[in-house]
Nanobody, 126 residues
Framework: QVQLVESGGGLVQAGGSLRLSCAAS????????MGWFRQAPGKEREFVAG????????YYADSVKGRSSISRDNAKNTVYLRMNSLKPEDTAVYYC???????????????????WGQGTQVTVSS
């Protein structure tokens, strides 16, 4: 079992930056691939970024590629999402998630993740 708690969301102006954090409890954190997803009002949840269990492979949705960076610190049981050059269309609730399986990579579909945080709101003003 993995419990996840996101933090770091808030209100930011377009062009600004944020770093989201996701703190995990549970002894298996380091064995899970991790992902960030987001859901805007009236829209379906979408994949944003993912990282493998070791932290040496990352992958991004096209919408954030080049201006986002996912990382993890397994010693601290934490995964991060740094977002730069934020746009109003980045406004959403952001969720972190832990993969269902161990030692995997390139999970992007929601059903490949078994554990979810409660979400943190990111609002980008124009």
């Amino acid at each position: 079992q993995v419990q996840l708690v996101e933090s770091g969301g808030g209100l930011v102006q377009a062009g600004g930056s944020l770093r989201l954090s996701c703190a995990a409890s549970g002894r298996t954190f380091s064995m899970h691939a991790m992902g960030w997803f987001r859901q805007a009002p009236g829209k379906e949840r979408e994949f944003v970024a993912g990282i493998n269990w070791r932290g040496d492979s990352t992958y991004y949705a096209d919408s954030v590629k080049g201006r986002s960076s996912i990382s993890r610190d397994n010693a601290k049981n934490t995964v991060y999402l740094r977002m730069n050059s934020l746009k109003p269309e980045d406004t959403a609730v952001y969720y972190c998630a832990a993969s269902r399986d161990y030692f995997g990579t390139h999970y992007m579909a929601g059903d490949e993740f078994a554990y979810w945080g409660q979400g943190t709101q990111v609002t980008v003003s124009s």
